[in-house]
């Protein structure tokens, strides 16, 4: 089983290639397990007990670090794993993805005694625009991303599908630890602020942006979209505006936009 957290489409398209090379079974949402588990409509033993003998956890890197989404479901489902499950994880990127991986396996093994036999990165198309200096790609870098991503998917759902252990292929950047130790606290305090999410008159009420938050944070009211405190700054419905009209503060002024498509 794959459970996978995505905002604009890298990870889902991800998830979905290892699921269909590997013969698993559709990979599932994070966010709404989690949602699920929470309000009780699933038992946490349950949904453990439909795992399998192979668990996968995909997400976006965001800031050096694992989405706190991510943190919290994993932390509600890996001790109720069994011991002879196969846990692996895969993370997408723009660039690179700092230590963030090297933590993540240090929660696993906490939880279930046991490190992660495959931890592995893909690069993906960038879409981070919350914080100056960080835009979309080109058009021929995002080309060249793309075009790349398949054959890397690939190498990896074969060694996922052998049950490799002892993996870690994940491009880490340069001052990796500290990008991830000083820069992702930095985003969980102050990079998330759903009060600074804003429409502009240019709004056609698509309601193309509720239905992309990934946290269900939107909802539509008189033709206008309204945020609640629950975002996880994936940035998905500023990218999915198919006018332009959502803004973060003055941050995505002038910026790109950038989702999944294929």
């Known amino acids: 089983m794959i459970f996978y957290y995505s905002g604009t489409g890298n990870t889902r398209y991800a998830a979905t290639f290892i699921a269909r090379e590997c013969g698993d079974a559709e990979p ?7 949602r699920s588990l929470r309000e009780g409509s699933i038992m946490t033993e349950a949904l453990a007990a439909d795992v399998g003998p192979s668990l996968g956890i995909m997400f976006p890197i965001y800031s050096w670090g694992v989405p706190p989404v991510v943190t919290a479901f994993i932390s509600r489902l890996l ?17 690179e993805a700092g230590i963030a991986m090297r933590l993540f396996s240090k929660t696993v093994e906490r939880f279930t005694g046991k490190r992660p036999g495959l931890l592995a990165s893909v ?8 914080l100056p200096g960080f835009d979309v790609d080109s058009e021929e870098t995002m080309r060249r ?12 759902s ?5 049950r490799t252990r002892g993996v870690y292929d994940v491009k880490e950047g340069s001052f990796p630890a500290l990008r991830t130790r000083l820069t992702f606290p930095l985003f969980r305090r102050w990079g998330v602020n759903p009060k600074k999410w804003k429409t502009s008159d240019a709004c056609i009420s698509c309601g193309r942006c509720a239905h992309a938050c990934p946290a269900s944070n939107i909802i539509i009211s008189e033709g206008r979209p309204v945020w609640g405190n629950d975002c996880y700054s994936c940035c998905a419905c500023y990218h999915v505006c198919p006018v332009k009209a959502i803004s973060y503060g003055c941050a995505t002024k002038d910026k790109g936009q950038y989702f999944f498509s294929g």
């Open 28 to 34: 599932r949402f994070i966010p709404e397990a989690l």
């Open 123 to 130: 690069i993906m198309p960038n879409d981070y625009v919350l």
């Open 158 to 162: 074969r060694l996922i599908a052998a």
């Open 145 to 156: 991303k793309l075009e790349a991503a398949p054959e890397r998917l690939a190498q990896l």
């Open 79 to 95: 001790p109720h794993i069994g011991s002879d499950i196969y846990i692996w994880a895969v993370c997408t990127c723009g660039d």
